[in-house]
């Protein structure tokens, strides 16, 4: 069945809706897509059953609600059981403003993905483009397309799992392969490979296909041959490191404004932020939008206005050299520039947990949900966190898992997730919160987590429970390791920033630091690494705009000299 194409069905009892919409789902997406069209939901609900029989793939179900029928909404949460992964969207009736609040609130309430409007004339463009958006989204989690990169492995391996994270969140076209079953070892087989290391990486794009055996991430990128390294003479305008929400907006504003500029990144564009499934309350994106979607975007942006990237390459100190500030990293090479914005935003807390932490990558997951979640699909999962990244995570893996468990520590959800999530999460079936919960320890089988001992981190009883997975998204441990003593820290790890008001001289001689600077000059902070910071996407990109707004002045104040700006190519 897997060569079959996906389903977009459509079910209404309104025949001019049913009329109108078939002819645009068919004209449109019938050369890719089978398109269904049921008159009546009980024959819809039919056929949806059927097609889970069938082990059949539903890309699309699409129901309505206006004046001539009243039970979309209905049907389209009922859908949910039967295809959780299938996008459901609402199409309404232009002018039925009394539908929108029942409409909006179905959404809210994770019942639909998205609303369109039915087309009012041919060729309309609105409206497929929020369907192309939907269809993009499912293929994204889907896995399928082109196979650029195949990746043969272990299926619960810690670096096979760190690999497809990566490749995924750099929309890298990917094709795992298990190498414990006949079509793993065939492969391995016609690549001439005999009991390799593992994972083993074919980049099918080349010619001829390059083959790379347990590749460390510098052997990956420099096969890719996209990044290289500088010139060891080359001076950059901005060197800014993290390409998160922050240090990409960062990077889009500095070079549209004809500074040059590199980004350095150790795994993928997007941050914590490229792991959310569907990111609702994002300005400016009223259906949502994937971290990755949003972050490969911006990415794309940044290169356009002629940003470079160095990519799998951790950054691993930074140094002055007179007015120029360098950052050395994990090759060996050392790049120059006239100033640093430091955007490595935070990684995951650890659970502290020492069965479990064996068990990473195997089963055992900090964010990836996006990558894991079909791994998961038809088991027990459980989620630890109280955030919206937690909740984002926990109805993804909905759409896959037989069941899952949201452990939260506190005794409410209120102080630190969206409400839009707790409805989602409060209305979706398969989902439940546990209060005042942890995980207390855990145990494996055959190498792989096979369940945990979940209870009251305060103290009372506990409980084992079976689990296939595990995703951890808690707390906030800033990606600071690698800056030197000069650069002030709060007791946390998080980079100061901003004037400092024990530096009176400083002031009084108008010397004092800018806003986003940090205590060593021409090193600025933005986005989550900074103390202080507010922890969503919108404040990140208001951070990484806004520091080149300051990067003027300083860069202003501070010219090359001479022979710095030859090599740079740049204006003193």
Not at 301 to 312: D, I, L, N, P
Request: net charge negative; hydrophobic share 40%; charged share 20%.
């Amino acid at each position: 069945m897997e060569d079959l194409d996906p389903v977009l069905l459509l079910a209404t009892t309104d025949p001019t809706s049913r009329e109108v919409l078939a002819a645009e789902l068919r004209r449109r997406y019938g050369g890719d897509y089978e398109v269904v069209v049921c008159a009546d939901y009980a024959h819809a609900r039919a056929v949806l059953e059927g097609l889970r029989r069938w082990h059949r793939q539903v890309a699309l179900v699409i129901g309505c609600y206006g004046p001539g029928d009243r039970d979309g909404l209905d049907f389209l949460r009922r859908a949910y059981a039967l295809h959780p992964s299938a996008k459901r969207v609402v199409a309404a009736v232009w002018g039925d403003f009394e539908s929108t609040s029942t409409v909006f609130a179905a959404i809210a309430h994770g019942h639909a993905e998205l609303l369109v409007l039915r087309p009012e004339r041919r060729r309309d463009e609105e409206f497929h483009g929020a369907l192309v958006d939907a269809l993009d989204d499912w293929h994204l989690a889907q896995g399928i397309g082109f196979e650029a990169v195949r990746l043969i492995g272990e299926q619960r391996d810690e670096r096979t799992h760190s690999l497809r994270d990566s490749f995924g969140r750099n929309h890298i076209p990917l094709a795992f392969h298990d190498a414990g079953t006949d079509a793993g070892q065939r492969m391995l087989a016609d690549l001439g490979l005999e009991d390799p290391d593992l994972p083993v990486v074919v980049l099918a794009f080349t010619s001829p296909p390059t083959t790379l055996v347990a590749p460390t991430d510098l052997e990956i990128a420099d096969a890719f041959g996209l990044t290289r390294p500088p010139p060891a003479d080359h001076v950059y305008d901005v060197v800014v490191v993290g390409a998160g929400p922050s240090g990409l907006a960062a990077a889009v504003y500095a070079s549209s404004e004809g500074l040059s500029t590199l980004v350095v990144e150790q795994q993928a564009v997007g941050g914590q932020a490229g792991t959310s499934s569907l990111i609702r309350n994002y300005p400016g994106f009223s259906r949502g939008v994937s971290g990755a979607h949003l972050a490969y975007r911006s990415f794309q942006q940044a290169w356009a206005f002629g940003t470079e990237y160095s990519f799998m390459r951790q950054v691993q100190g930074l140094g002055a050299e007179g007015m120029l500030r360098t950052v050395s990293m994990s090759d060996g090479s050392v790049v120059r520039g006239r100033s640093v914005v430091i955007a490595t935003g935070v990684d995951y807390r650890r659970l502290d947990v020492p069965e479990l932490e064996g068990l990473v990558g195997r089963g055992v997951y900090y964010g990836a949900a996006v990558s894991e979640a079909p791994s998961m699909t038809g088991q027990e999962v459980y989620v630890v966190g109280g955030g919206n990244s937690a909740g984002q995570a926990a109805l993804h893996l909905a759409r896959y898992a037989r069941h899952v468990t949201l452990l939260v520590r506190g005794p409410t959800l209120a102080a630190s997730m969206s409400d839009y999530l707790i409805a989602q999460l409060e209305a979706t079936r398969n989902v439940a919160i546990r209060y005042r919960s942890a995980v207390l320890g855990g145990r494996e089988a055959d190498g792989c987590l096979a369940g945990l001992t979940v209870g009251d981190p305060r103290g009372g009883g506990t409980e084992e429970v079976p689990a296939a997975g595990l995703f951890v998204l808690i707390g906030s441990v800033p990606r600071t390791s690698w800056l030197p003593d000069e650069v002030a820290r709060d007791d946390a790890g998080f980079v100061r920033t901003g004037p400092d008001p024990a530096d009176a001289a400083g002031m009084a001689q108008g010397q004092a630091r800018l806003p986003l600077e940090t205590s060593l000059p021409g090193v600025f902070a933005v986005g989550d690494v900074r103390s202080g910071s507010i922890k969503r996407v919108a404040t990140a990109v208001g951070d990484g705009a806004t520091v080149i707004a300051l990067l003027h002045g300083y860069l202003a104040a501070h010219p090359l000299e001479r022979s710095a700006a030859a090599s740079s190519g740049a204006h003193p």
